[in-house]
């Protein structure tokens, strides 16, 4: 492919399964034998390094340490390979990069008291594009819309917007469906997270795209299996043949395919 795709996944509100669906499907690409970047931007609270498996005490550098001066933003990425490798049965045969934010207070304070330079965040995905040489980098956005989401969505070549089957999601969907469009961003799909099991899926898809205009890639019902690990590991890596993990399957030939 030409050069690296910026695929923004976004919600208007927390709880939506965002980073766990932003970590399952990249990890899907570098299993396809792409090279993947994963950015963690929701820097007030970050949280996808967990799913990754690592923690605070293994994080040198950060998206912060970046934003502020302090390094290039290539040193803050963190080759994922081999852990994501050890998640199941399926082979890694591209290279996934995670670029995390820092869990440490004084960092997310010096961010909520002071900001940072927003237009950083665009050359810095540039710069990681070029010097990763990504074909795909993967934006975990803060939900709701502030300076940097909408930043995100407005440099994207693809969005992805998730929600849950419920009315305040929805009107918020509303909101960031309608602000995407008038941002012109390229493609935009919709995922519906954590439907319950009495729900008629088809049914509830059609009137998904109805509603707000845009298709929808895939339905996932919510799992306890998936609650259960926990935020622990890739579900999809490590449960291949569950319903969760062919609809996280089903969303990456989407984005494959439209990016």
């Not at 034998?33 to 690592?54: A, C, E, W």
């Not at 330079?117 to 980098?137: A, C, H, P, T």
């Amino acid at each position: 492919m030409g050069k690296g795709k910026i695929i923004s996944i976004h919600s208007f509100r927390g709880g939506t399964g965002k980073s766990n669906i932003t970590a399952n499907v990249s990890a899907q690409f570098a299993a396809k034998g792409y090279r993947v970047g994963v950015i963690d931007t929701d820097i007030q609270s970050p949280g996808i390094h967990v799913l990754f498996g690592m923690n605070e005490e293994q994080i040198d550098k950060s998206l912060n340490d970046y934003l502020y001066g302090r390094c290039k933003i290539q040193e803050t990425a963190y080759d994922m390979g081999a852990r994501v490798g050890a998640s199941g049965d399926i082979e890694i045969s591209g290279k996934i990069y995670l670029i995390p934010s820092s869990l440490r207070a004084g960092e997310i304070a010096k961010v909520l008291r002071e900001g940072y330079e927003v237009g950083l965040l665009n050359d810095g995905f540039r710069s990681l594009i070029k010097e990763l040489k990504l074909d795909y980098l993967f934006i975990d956005t803060h939900p709701g819309l502030n300076e940097e989401t909408l930043l995100s969505i407005a440099i994207s070549d693809l969005l992805i917007i998730i929600l849950r089957p419920d009315q305040q999601d929805f009107q918020g969907t509303a909101v960031t469906v309608d602000v995407s469009r008038k941002l012109e961003v390229p493609q935009l799909f919709l995922v519906i997270n954590k439907a319950i099991s009495s729900l008629d899926f088809a049914d509830l898809k059609k009137t998904v795209e109805s509603t707000f205009e845009a298709p929808v890639a895939a339905v996932l019902p919510l799992s306890e299996d998936m609650a259960r690990l926990a935020s622990s590991d890739i579900f999809s890596l490590r449960f291949p043949d569950h319903v969760v993990s062919q609809a996280i399957r089903d969303i990456a030939a989407i984005v494959e395919a439209a990016a």
